[in-house]
């Protein structure tokens, strides 16, 4: 059964640093891993697709590891802003979607 | 282009209580998507339709939880009768085309559930 970690589950860091996200998963046998943004209230909304045969995406200040090796991604956001105050989930595609817990991060000024 | 819209967006009843939610997903979109999301915990899958056929419930409560797609857009969840612990956030997700395993699905705002 695949089972997926996320560490840690919150964190508090103040705007201007680079911050590392941690997805840990247990089988490799995995179609691609999204990373997805969800704020309060709303829903989640995707923020990079890494395909089984990537290694890694980039979209802004983000970007998005894939070691299936290991089991692990990692999201890494550079220079933090207040509006990446959200709660980040990863998610891999077998063949359905199977979520982590989240990493609660808030940026403070 | 329109989101994936549900409703309602907060509902509150009592136990033993019967519920129904509404998903209108993206227009065009085969492939539609029920996740309940518990307090602290990531969403999990409930129940895929491809058109207005069911591909994945096996993460259903079929006893009490029940499903349907009419004419391959609109979906309704019902939940009869609710328990305490339904108590959660219910997703709605589209994507857009068929048994593509890579395609992004995009999520509605959910409604949340509170069953006293």
């Known amino acids: 059964k695949q089972e997926v970690t996320q560490i840690p589950a919150a964190l508090s860091v103040p705007e201007g640093e680079n911050l590392v996200l941690n997805c840990s998963f247990t089988?490799?046998?995995?179609?691609?891993l999204q990373w997805f943004r969800q704020d309060p209230g709303k829903g989640l909304t995707s923020l990079l697709l890494?395909?089984?045969?990537?290694r890694e995406q980039t979209s802004g200040r983000l970007n998005a590891s894939l070691d299936k090796s290991s089991g692990r991604s990692t999201l890494y956001i550079a220079a933090s802003q207040p509006g990446d105050s959200a709660t980040y989930l990863c998610?891999?595609?077998?063949?359905?979607?199977?979520f982590g817990t989240g990493t609660r991060l808030q940026v403070f000024p | 282009e329109a989101g994936v819209a549900q409703s309602p967006r907060y509902k509150i009843i009592e136990k033993r209580q019967s519920v129904a939610f509404w998903c209108n997903p993206i227009?065009?979109?085969?492939?539609l998507y029920w996740y309940q999301q518990i307090l602290g915990q990531g969403p999990k899958l409930l129940i895929q339709?491809?058109?207005?056929?069911?591909?994945?419930d096996s993460q259903l409560p079929k006893d009490r939880f029940s499903a349907e797609r009419l004419k391959g857009v609109d979906s309704t969840l019902k939940i009869q009768p609710a328990k305490l612990e339904d108590s959660a956030v219910y997703l709605c997700a589209s994507s857009a085309r068929q048994g593509r395993l890579v395609d992004t699905q995009y999520f509605g705002p959910g409604t949340r559930l509170t069953v006293l």
């Open positions: 227009s065009g979109h085969a492939t």
């Open positions: 998610a891999l595609n077998t063949d359905k979607l199977i």
């Open positions: 890494i395909q089984s045969s990537q």
């Open positions: 339709f491809q058109n207005n056929g069911v591909v994945d």
């Open positions: 089988d490799s046998a995995i179609y691609n």
